[in-house]
C-alpha cells in the first residue's frame, strides 16, 4: 500500500463507521464538545416491566409444621438446617394463644437464644431459646443439625 492511499482508506473507513460527519446525520455533533447526539445501531428501548407483582423471594421456604411436642425438650427438639433456620423456626413459634411475639423476624430470633444445654441422645449440641408469650415465656429446644444436609456435613 503507497503513502498515498492510506489518507483515502482512512477516510473510508471513517465513513463506513459513522464517523465525524456536519450534516446532522446522528453522528459526532463538533458544535455539542464532540458528544454523541444520538446513537442509530442501538435497538429501540424495551417497555418497563411492570412494578406491580412483588418479587420473588429468595429467602427460606416457610417453616414446616412440626411434629406434636417438637421443642418442648432436650430429648424432643425442633429440627434445624443450620443457624439461620434455627432463627427463623424460632421467630416463627407461636404461642398458646395464637400471637407470634417475635414476629417471624429471624434476628429476633437470634436474640432470644439463651445457650446451649449440651448433647441429646444423637450426640447433638441442642440450643434453648425463650420466646416471651402473653402466658409466660415458652422454652424452645433446636438441633440445628437436624437435617440430612447437615447430618452428612458433619458424616452421620
Not at 427463623?88 to 394463644?97: F, G, S, T
Not at 450426640?123 to 438441633?143: A, E, K, M, T
Request: with cysteine; net charge negative; charged share 10%.
Amino acid at each position: 500500500m503507497t503513502k498515498a492511499a492510506l489518507p483515502l482508506l482512512l477516510s473510508l473507513c471513517l465513513a463506513a463507521c459513522g464517523g465525524a460527519s456536519d450534516d446532522g446525520s446522528g453522528g459526532t455533533d463538533a458544535t455539542s464538545g464532540g458528544e454523541v447526539t444520538s446513537n442509530q445501531n442501538a435497538p429501540p428501548p424495551q417497555p418497563m416491566a411492570s412494578t406491580s407483582a412483588p418479587p420473588p423471594s429468595t429467602g427460606p421456604a416457610p417453616a414446616t409444621p412440626l411434629p406434636a411436642g417438637a421443642g418442648t425438650s432436650r430429648e424432643n427438639p425442633i429440627s434445624a438446617c443450620g443457624p439461620a433456620d434455627s432463627y427463623r423456626r424460632v421467630a416463627e413459634h407461636r404461642c398458646p394463644d395464637g400471637s407470634q411475639p417475635l414476629g417471624g423476624d429471624p434476628s429476633r430470633g437470634s436474640q432470644a437464644r439463651v445457650g446451649n444445654v449440651g448433647p441429646n441422645q444423637t450426640g447433638h449440641i441442642i440450643d434453648q431459646y425463650q420466646v416471651p408469650c402473653p402466658s409466660g415465656p415458652v422454652d424452645l429446644f433446636v438441633d440445628m443439625y437436624g437435617c440430612p444436609q447437615m447430618q452428612q456435613m458433619f458424616g452421620q
